[in-house]
């Protein structure tokens, strides 16, 4: 060896290794999506165990109330971008090309600097945190709240502020590029009829299309936003500024809440006839109820805004956009149920996650009907009631049906099986520490107390402890599936090609084969 060859090879090693990180074929990617899901999901769900546990006693013992708004902040910040997105988006990578006969991505280079670019945005969304911890002078969690309401984000004088709206500007331009690859792969790469897609690549679909038009409009908020702080603009103070950032941020957040939901939907409809030993029933009006949620949920969004001041037709309009949208949704529980009815139910751990995620959607569809009545949501919208409902969709249904897709998938990721024990372990904690928390929610809803709040009266301190329990054992359930994935990767049996036995059953297993 000469003394030159030497950092030649180290040059040429180093262009392996970019070559590597920018040509990836969608089952690396979709890992690389999982990865960063789940520890962006473990780092908000801190977040929320430290929430809870400032809520323990009615005073402020733990922390200032400014550091309850800091959790509360990064929590939603971090669980909603950062955690169900790359997750989602994780799936529908692994799952969608063999599904529809693809051998890869439209544009794989383009899945991989849309994921990198999510690197820098996690940092800059959690860069007060870090500043934190790391006692940088003047960097610090923010506190004004997810929805990121004008006047307080644009006078706030925390740069951190700043790194957050770059950070979601990351995430604007990297999920837009992600979803349209999915779109454009589903559409162009496509080797079977459109009679024979699945539902849960149309659900990924009609949420690409979905991302692809509300991202930007988050992008041009965030844009004014920024201006205000950094140009002195007047863009959102002032006048009805606040109001402008509102119907932009709902415009987008409302449709977004869908982008979230509708994969889980085809998750819950992929995975439930497997293990019910029959096929789905009623396929077509799946399809035709995903793609109604699709065009609807675009017109729902001013019911966030009946405390505004708006109209009363402006008011009645979106009550009346917002029962519509239960209707589709509806039309695919009972798909569920009907599938479910006479047949033989297998409980392995992907069915026990998808029957609770099932549960937990009609209680969070029930509740959220209501909050389309518009007495009823001026009476709660301020309330617990909402954390409740909202959380039992998230949480519960969105939560629970990631957590069948990971068991469900996992050996097509990793080529290896996951502890059963664990998994059920894992799910029955989930399923419980949910039910508890926030059932004891929804009640503190119902008694009008006052979301947002780092106190309360000490009449409401037992249903907070009950919630702030059913939150630990949720913990706990985390555990138990960070314990079986570390496991699994380090002494986990090898799958066999056909995992879950369903190559003699009556629903196809195409992304087996």
Known sequence: MTRSSTPRRTLEGAGDSLAELSSVDHRRLARWHLALALVMGLWGGLDALFLRTALVTP???????????????????????????????G????????????????????GVWAFWLQVPAALAVRSGTIGGILGVAGLEPIASGWTLYPPLSVLSPNPAVDAVLVGLLLVAVGTTATAWNLVVTIQRRREIRWLDVDTFTWTVLTAGWMAIVAFPVLAVAIALLLADRTLGTAFLLGGGGPLVWQHLFWFFAHPLVYVLVLPPMGIVGHVLPRFAGRRLFGRRSSVYSTLAIGVVSFTV???????????????TVF?????????????????????????????????????AAVGFFVVGGVTGVFLAVVPINVRYTGTYYVVAHFHFLLAGFVGLSLVAGAYYWYPLLTGRRLEPGLARLHGWLTIVGVAVTFGALLLLGLAQLPRRVATYPAVYAPLQQLATVGAYVIAAGQLAFLLNLGRSLWIGDPAPEDPWDLEDGPSHAREWR
């Open 59 to 89: 005073g402020l013992e733990q922390w200032p109330a400014e550091t309850y708004n800091a959790f509360f902040t990064t929590h939603g910040l971090t669980m909603l971008f950062l955690f169900v997105l790359p997750a989602i988006w």
């Open 301 to 315: 969004w001013a019911h966030h805004m009946f405390v505004t001041g708006v109209g009363p037709s402006v008011r």
């Open 319 to 355: 009550m009346f956009t917002t029962l519509a949208v239960a209707v589709p949704s509806s039309a695919k529980l009972c798909t569920w149920l009907v599938t479910l009815w006479g047949g033989a139910v297998r409980y392995s751990a992907p069915m026990i996650a998808v029957l």
């Open 91 to 110: 799936f529908a990578y692994a799952a969608v090309p063999p599904l529809i006969g693809a051998d890869d991505l439209a544009y794989p280079n383009l």
